[in-house]
């Protein structure tokens, strides 16, 4: 079953929480939802209408905090740590699988070193099983650890909530296969014609060597 | 011989009582059962053959009891007592757990699990030992060596739904799924293993350890493309050259696709789909991934 | 849709499907 019926249940759990909570509460749903092990997606909980009420009271941090785990990284949240509430191990372990997540959005091949520091991990063997244990075996990607070139070479990774402008860019690259994808069907369709044309013409060729023969046989007959 | 045969029946009894296992078998075993001075009919020889291989096995004598699964195969197929012949299983299978052909052994505990009659004769099969019979085939499953041959016999068992109700399902989940078993999960499984199963065997590792060390290092040959013996041997919790020699002995044996590099001190896996086949796996899953997210779409009437 | 934009987002990193060496050359 992959990420997004995975982790349905629990969207449609936690947007019901904030629904019904209000004001201080909504603080335990917000961490309660950034710790949970199996939910990698925030659009929905950070648009229901009680959480953005909370923008302006002492809690919009907390609105801060689901933005960060819907949009940013281990590293944003390093440098704005000053101004956000601490994160639970839990939640730090999140934040990392999201980090991820962000990493292989920009590359499929991820070097070690990019990832340790990123992951804030001090050793390859920490690395590599953090990637197996808490990314490869929960789901959200899939890939291969590649220890000569010190990489990971990501072939499946899940997605996590768009940032606001990036519908532009993917729309960009949808339009994009769809006209590679329709000239790869034309090319497809010219190579048919072309090995039908060649077949046709190599067949009427066959056709007359044989003919050749036949007359040459008569002739010495 | 008659009088000969009643008291050795008695004595047997009387051992048997008193948990000697080995000498109510051996009391037995001396029973003349080819006499040709007076014909015993063959189901009287298949259960005395069943009973002597049943006793030893409690002793966990395995080699004894094959001798008398042995004679007993000659006289089962033409039985028509079905508890003789369940019985005879039973002895079959565990003879071959303790010499550990797991596989085997499996395979024997699965058909056995497998029975639908809860009553035969006047012996009732009550749900617990079939449960055990199941429990039996998949640990037996978990040790056997890793390799495509019992990655087939374990996609049977996880495919059973029966198994999803046993103890041992989270660990046939992980084992199925080709996960690294970390030292809890093993563990815990080590805990309700019998004696021979956690046996030492000559290189100083026990049964558990090699099926665990071999399971570990295919499940690694699925994540990594490469890997350094340094690090193997630390993901294994082994010394890099013991990991080396499991992992040549795995190549050599066709059970793991690779290959070694000593000069580097690595080992390079291969994948068992070519590249082009990959390729088109890839892109298949591409195209799946595409239909779901436009049936999705048409779903929610987008 | 979050959820669907998630999914094509997701989709949008499955290509290019393979880009190793040896794939480049066993599809020459």
């Known amino acids: 079953m992959d990420i997004e019926q995975k982790q349905a249940e629990f969207i449609d759990y936690f947007v019901k929480q904030a629904e019904n909570q209000k004001g201080s509460s909504l603080v335990n749903v917000i961490v309660e939802a950034t710790s949970h092990p199996s939910l990698f997606a925030f659009s929905e909980i950070l648009s229901v ?11 919009s941090v907390y609105i801060d905090v689901l933005r960060l785990f819907a949009h940013g990284t281990w590293s944003d949240y390093k440098s704005n740590a000053g101004s956000l509430p601490p994160l639970v191990p839990s939640q730090v372990r999140k934040l990392k699988q999201l980090s991820l997540l962000t990493l ?9 070193d990019l990832l340790m520091v990123e992951l804030d991990v001090s050793n390859v063997r920490e690395l590599e099983d953090f990637l197996i244990n808490e990314c490869m075996y929960s789901g959200i990607v899939r890939g291969k650890l590649d220890q000569l070139r010190r990489c990971f070479e990501v072939q499946f990774a899940a997605g996590r909530d768009l940032r606001p402008g990036q519908l532009g860019s993917m729309i960009q690259t949808l339009s994009a296969w ?19 044309t060649r077949s046709e013409l190599d067949k009427k060729h066959q056709k007359e060597i044989e003919d050749r023969v036949e007359e040459v046989k008569k002739t010495l007959n | 011989e008659e009088q000969v045969l009643i008291i050795r029946e008695k004595l047997a009894e009387l051992y048997e009582a008193e948990q000697e296992w080995s000498k109510a078998a051996r009391m037995l075993s001396g029973i003349d059962l080819d006499s040709s001075i007076r014909l015993l009919d063959e189901s009287y020889k298949l259960s005395k053959c069943v009973k002597i291989a049943s006793l030893y096995l409690e002793d966990d004598d395995a080699v004894n009891a094959e001798t008398f699964t042995n004679k007993a195969s000659f006289l089962v197929n033409n039985s028509k007592q079905e508890v003789l012949v369940l019985q005879y299983k039973v002895c079959a299978a565990r ?8 596989l085997d052994a499996a395979l024997k505990y699965y058909e056995i699990s497998q029975i639908e009659k809860r009553q035969i004769g006047d012996e009732w099969i009550d749900e617990e030992a079939l449960e055990q019979a199941l429990t039996a085939a998949v640990t037996c499953t978990i040790l056997a060596p890793a390799g495509p041959q019992r990655s087939r016999v374990l996609a049977n068992f996880y495919k059973d739904e029966r198994c999803s109700k046993l103890k041992i399902y989270p660990i046939l989940e992980k084992v199925y799924l080709e996960r690294i078993l970390r030292k809890p999960e093993i563990d815990s499984f080590a805990e309700d293993l019998k004696e021979h199963q956690k046996a030492l065997l000559p290189d100083n590792f026990t049964v558990l350890d090699r099926a665990m060390i071999e399971h570990n290092l295919l499940s690694a040959s699925k994540l990594y493309t490469n890997i350094s013996f340094e690090e193997l041997g630390a ?27 000593q000069v580097e001190a690595f080992i390079h896996f291969d994948d068992d789909k070519e ?3 990959q390729w088109d796996q890839h892109i298949v899953g591409l195209c799946q991934s595409l239909n779901d997210v436009l049936d999705t779409m048409s779903k929610k009437g987008l | 849709d979050n959820s669907l934009l998630r999914q094509v987002s997701s989709l949008l990193r499955r290509l290019p499907a393979i880009e190793s060496g040896k794939f480049q050359d066993d599809f020459l």
């Not at chain 1, 292989?104 to 070690?112: G, R, S």
């Not at chain 1, 769809?178 to 039908?196: F, G």
């Not at chain 2, 003879?95 to 797991?102: E, G, N, Q, Y």
């Not at chain 2, 993901?235 to 590099?261: N, V």
């Open chain 1, 49 to 59: 209408p009680s959480i953005i009420q909370l923008q302006g009271t002492e809690f």
């Open chain 2, 275 to 277: 590249e082009l086949q």
């Open chain 1, 104 to 112: 292989a959005e920009v590359d499929k091949v991820l070097p070690y």
């Open chain 1, 178 to 196: 769809l006209s590679t994808s329709d000239n790869l069907l034309v090319s497809i369709q010219d190579k048919i014609k072309w090995a039908d």
């Open chain 2, 235 to 261: 993901l294994l919790g082994i010394a890099p050259p013991k990991a080396e020699k499991i992992a040549s002995k795995m190549i050599y044996e066709d059970r793991m696709k690779g290959s070694i590099d």
């Open chain 2, 95 to 102: 003879i071959l757990d303790m010499k550990r052909k797991f």
